[in-house]
């Protein structure tokens, strides 16, 4: 299967560019991956470039998970990241998922100086 980088992503989400739009949606009719890398940094670029709220970037997130030929890296551990976004979207949407990522793979407590994150079960406020 074939990967897309994070500006095809954005190209999918925002529209704001007709050609870029049309070669991207015809690159993804294929079947086309996501990694989480391509994910965090998508969702960065709505926030900081395009200031979307938590609602509109998690209602980005559940549309790339629905999308039918986009297939998203781990797509259970990107759920439960979202879930959590969902209850407490002041903590991001990147650390939430990278919460889940580390408690996936069973490295949990999860090390961080951020106050909000280290309030969370299986985080270690240092």
């Keep these: 299967m074939r990967a897309i980088d994070t500006n095809v ?6 529209r704001d560019n007709r050609r870029q739009l049309e070669a ?3 690159f993804v009719s294929k079947g086309a991956w996501v990694s989480h890398v391509v994910l965090v940094e998508t969702l960065w670029v709505l926030d900081a470039v395009y200031e979307r709220s938590g609602e509109q970037i998690a209602s980005a997130v559940e549309m790339l998970m629905a999308h039918a030929d986009l297939t998203l ?3 259970d551990t990107v759920a439960f990241a979202l879930v959590r976004f969902r209850a407490q979207p002041t903590i991001g949407f990147s650390d939430c ?3 889940e990522i580390a408690r996936k793979a ?10 909000r ?6 985080v270690q406020r240092l």
């Design 117 to 122: 994150l280290g309030k969370l079960d299986g």
């Design 9 to 14: 992503l954005v190209r999918l989400l925002v």
């Design 24 to 26: 991207a949606e015809k």
């Design 106 to 115: 069973g490295h949990l407590p999860l090390g961080t100086f951020d106050r």
């Design 73 to 75: 890296q781990d797509t």
């Design 97 to 99: 998922l990278l919460l």
